[in-house]
Nanobody, 124 residues
Framework: QVQLVESGGGLVQAGGSLKLSCVAS????????MGWFRQAPGKEREFVTG????????YYAESVKGRFTISRDNAKNTVYLQMNSLKPEDTAVYYC?????????????????WGQGTQVTVSS
């Protein structure tokens, strides 16, 4: 089993930036493709971005493409989400998730492990 812990959330003004981190426990981090999801109050959890095991493939939801960047450092068991040009509609709890697929997957049910989430709030 994999334990995931997110950090880096906070309060920023519109147009600002944040960088989230997700640290995984264990020695098998490189066996998992990783993803970031987010959930705003009253809404369903939605896919934001994902990255393959090696980091060679990424995919972004249209709403964040060009503004967010996912990356991973397997030596540090860490996946990152760099968020630029933040908008109030980006406000949500952001969750890190892991799955056993080789490449990026976008469906919530395909992910095996989830972090507790970190709050991102963007003020106008």
């Amino acid at each position: 089993q994999v334990q995931l812990v997110e950090s880096g959330g906070g309060l920023v003004q519109a147009g600002g930036s944040l960088k989230l981190s997700c640290v995984a426990s264990g020695r098998t981090f490189s066996n998992y493709a990783m993803g970031w999801f987010r959930q705003a109050p009253g809404k369903e959890r939605e896919f934001v971005t994902g990255i393959s095991r090696s980091g060679g493939s990424t995919y972004y939801a249209e709403s964040v493409k060009g503004r967010f960047t996912i990356s991973r450092d397997n030596a540090k068991n860490t996946v990152y989400l760099q968020m630029n040009s933040l908008k109030p509609e980006d406000t949500a709890v952001y969750y890190c998730a892991a799955n056993r697929a080789m490449s990026v997957v976008t469906t919530r049910s395909q992910y095996d492990y989830w972090g507790q989430g970190t709050q991102v709030t963007v003020s106008s």
